[in-house]
């Protein structure tokens, strides 16, 4: 190894000992150890385990109702967890062999399911918790559409939109070109865009605010419930939902670690593509978001 060489490798802390350039000069990584992967299969194995179980006990349980927009809400979550559910044991024998079998298409469909299905629980999540707070502002029982047939059309436009949004961005900087198609949920360094980075921002402001809004609202209405009944405040049905609704919006605190890591991740990346704790870190979190498939516990507490 020459001097040069030897420079270069030791002027650059906490990345891995081998990476390479495609011919267009993209950098890829190599993959995390077996310690770091060992602790994503068990994240995984529990969401796929307790998400299904979660999944079918919702279905049981919910009572549809095509013109209740807060039902079609929790009828779409339950889709959308069972179709992101249905990738989770890709993910966890990626993590296992240390290898991706199943096609560089099919790898940037997993990689983009998993933020496909944070945004559109964040979506849904919000319909449901806006619903509650309009109901108890205007003291109606329960939100409807006029027509049965609005909620096909609701919920139809809510997945083009966020699949519009979510997938040609990962299938544009997702590129397993130089691996064979051995390797997957990598990322392109130089692929990181200026659109592809105000994207990134974008969407991390809007989620975060609109949890810091939520909450507030919730915080200040349960204070105001508070104030009301004072002592017997235990004791009033409406305190309790509002309870309920405080904890939907709880459920959100498992996107907040990726999206508040995600804005210091996007500069850095740049300067440290292959930064062991950037990427273990970036990993971890994005795993955490799929928590969310346990919200099944707060709907078989709430009242619909």
Same mark, same amino acid.
């Given at each position: ?16 000992? #081998? ?6 000069? #993209? ?73 991706? @079998? ?41 939100? /409807? ?37 051995? @390797? ?37 209405? /349960? ?82």
């Amino acid at each position: 190894m020459n001097m040069s060489a030897m420079n270069n490798t030791t002027s650059l802390p906490e990345i891995f000992t #081998s990476s390479n350039f495609t011919s267009n000069g #993209s950098l890829f990584c190599n993959p995390l150890d077996r310690t770091h992967s060992g602790a994503l299969i068990i994240i995984y194995i529990i969401v796929f385990v307790g998400g299904s179980v979660g999944a079918v006990i919702m279905t049981w349980k919910i009572k549809t109702d095509r013109k209740s927009i807060t039902s079609t809400a929790v009828i779409n979550l339950i889709l959308v967890h069972a179709l992101f559910l249905l990738t989770v044991p890709f993910r966890i024998s990626y993590y296992t062999l240390g290898e991706w @079998k199943f096609g560089e298409i099919f790898c940037k469909l997993v990689s983009a399911m998993i933020h496909t299905h944070m945004y559109l629980c964040f979506v849904f999540y919000v319909t449901i918790i806006i619903m509650r707070m309009i109901s108890f502002f205007q003291e109606k029982k329960m939100m /409807l559409f006029h027509q049965p047939w609005h909620s096909s059309a609701a919920s139809l436009l809510i997945w083009s939109l966020v699949l519009l949004a979510v997938f040609p961005l990962f299938l544009s900087y997702i590129d397993n070109s130089d691996k064979d198609g051995k @390797k997957c949920f990598e990322f392109s360094v130089t692929a990181v865009s200026s659109y592809t980075k105000t994207m990134n921002y974008f969407a991390v402001i809007i989620v975060l605010a609109t949890f810091a809004i939520l909450l507030a609202i919730q915080v200040g209405i /349960l204070v105001q419930l508070r104030i009301r009944y004072q002592d017997n405040l235990n004791n009033q049905q409406e305190f309790g939902a509002q309870k309920k609704t405080l904890l939907f919006i709880l459920v959100m605190i498992c996107f907040v670690p990726y999206l508040g890591f995600r804005l210091f991740y996007m500069k850095q990346i740049v300067i440290q593509p292959c930064s062991l704790s950037l990427n273990i870190t970036n990993e971890i979190f994005l795993a955490l978001t799929a928590m969310s498939c346990f919200d099944v516990l707060i709907f078989l507490m709430a009242a619909f």
